[in-house]
């Protein structure tokens, strides 16, 4: 019975995740996982999965089948599907089934929807750190750490060469002799780590929409990056026309004005990789986000200093650029002349609205870099 109910629970999970998969460009888009987050799990919704049951029809109602019928009398009355009124009607509406899946088969799902290849980190950034694997069997050891497989079969071994072993009445009765304990070793293992650096211009022409498609983007971004190392570091910076490393909550929910400095955010962030996450030991991957309305000559200023202090230090730098009624786009032009369109480490999204995030996830993380 038990293995029935775990048979059909495993296969409304399969269910589940299949609507949630075929769904999942719609979660994308309009932000469906934001502020359901928990510590391992995230909720989503989902539209409520009917359980298949016969309907009856209107007995008692004559027509076919149940009386004489007339000539061009149809087979199936139809429901009514209301009177025009606009009353309040009393039958149950659709419900919304809330599910809980992991950050690993999320992670698992995106990979699958938009077709990311695995990242491979550079080679001189991993850390090797001790670690502690049960990988063999001792006779003696606490007894919190006692294998009971082992002990069940050494106790057995023992009392059928013994011959104390009655088939009729089987009971099997450990010695100290009999016990077995796991054990561990030592081991060095490496352990890939990656520094996330989101970057965001918070002046007076990003408004809250703007703000809204960069917090979705970046929640997706995270749960792949997640996925692929052991240890991941976010940072925030915002910038108008002065920078500065702020938390997450101030990142997604400050407003600025003014004008904004693009170079002003390079420099914060060019600071906080020599102080924390020097390239050799870290995969560096940062994400930019404008209206890409620049001050001035900045633009001059940033491009510099986004070729020589950041880029040979990151596997990757994503600018997307999120249309504003009020920026010029200038930016994105400027960053595709300098350094084309199918740069080996920069790349380059136009995120129009916020039905543009799904193609711009795929072409930030398409690279497997």
């Known amino acids: 019975m038990s293995l029935r109910i775990d048979r059909d629970r495993n296969r409304f999970k399969q269910i589940v995740r299949g609507k949630i998969r075929r769904n999942l460009r719609k979660y994308i888009t309009h932000g469906e996982m934001i502020g359901r987050k928990g510590k391992d799990l995230v909720s989503i919704p989902v539209p409520a999965l009917d359980v298949p049951h016969f309907r009856y029809g209107r007995n008692g109602k004559g027509g076919v089948g149940q009386g004489d019928g007339e000539e061009g009398q149809p087979i199936a009355r139809g429901d009514q599907e209301g009177d025009g009124t606009g009353q309040a009607g009393s039958d149950p509406g659709a419900h919304i089934l809330e599910v809980d899946i992991s950050f690993e088969e999320l992670a698992a799902m995106l990979a699958e929807e938009l077709e990311l290849?695995?990242?491979?980190?550079?080679?001189?950034?991993?850390?090797?750190?001790?670690?502690?694997?049960?990988?063999?069997i001792r006779r003696?050891?606490?007894?919190?750490?006692?294998?009971?497989?082992?002990?069940?079969?050494?106790?057995?071994?023992?009392?059928?060469?013994?011959?104390?072993?009655?088939?009729?009445?089987?009971?099997?009765?450990?010695?100290?002799?009999?016990?077995?304990?796991?054990?561990?070793?030592t081991i060095l293992e490496p352990e890939t780590n990656a520094a996330i650096i989101y970057m965001m211009d918070v002046s007076g022409s990003m408004t809250d929409e703007q703000k809204s498609i960069v917090r979705t983007e970046s929640f997706w971004i995270d749960t792949w990056l997640k996925s692929q190392y052991d240890g991941v570091e976010r940072r925030y910076i915002i910038h108008d026309a002065m920078a500065k490393e702020v938390d997450e909550h101030t990142f997604y929910h400050t407003r600025e004005s003014g004008g904004t400095r693009i170079s002003s955010a390079y420099q914060v962030c060019s600071e906080l990789l020599d102080r924390h996450f020097p390239a050799e030991e870290w995969n560096v991957y940062c994400f930019q986000f404008s209206d890409g309305d620049n001050w001035g000559e900045d633009n001059r200023r940033a491009l510099t200093?986004?070729?020589?202090?950041?880029?040979?230090?990151?596997?990757?730098f994503c600018y997307g650029q999120v249309e504003s009624p009020y920026g010029s786009g200038e930016y994105l032009r400027s960053l595709a002349d300098t350094f084309g369109v199918s740069h080996e480490?920069?790349?380059l999204s136009d995120i129009a609205d916020k039905d543009a995030i799904y193609d711009s996830i795929k072409t930030f993380l398409g690279k497997g870099k």
């Open 117 to 136: 290849p695995r990242i491979e980190p550079k080679g001189k950034a991993n850390i090797v750190q001790d670690k502690s694997r049960y990988n063999s």
């Open 345 to 347: 480490t920069l790349v």
């Open 305 to 316: 200093m986004l070729r020589e202090r950041l880029l040979p230090r990151c596997n990757l």
């Open 140 to 185: 003696v050891g606490p007894e919190s750490l006692r294998h009971f497989k082992r002990t069940y079969k050494e106790a057995l071994k023992r009392q059928i060469s013994e011959r104390s072993y009655n088939f009729s009445d089987p009971r099997v009765v450990p010695y100290r002799e009999d016990r077995r304990y796991r054990s561990w070793s």
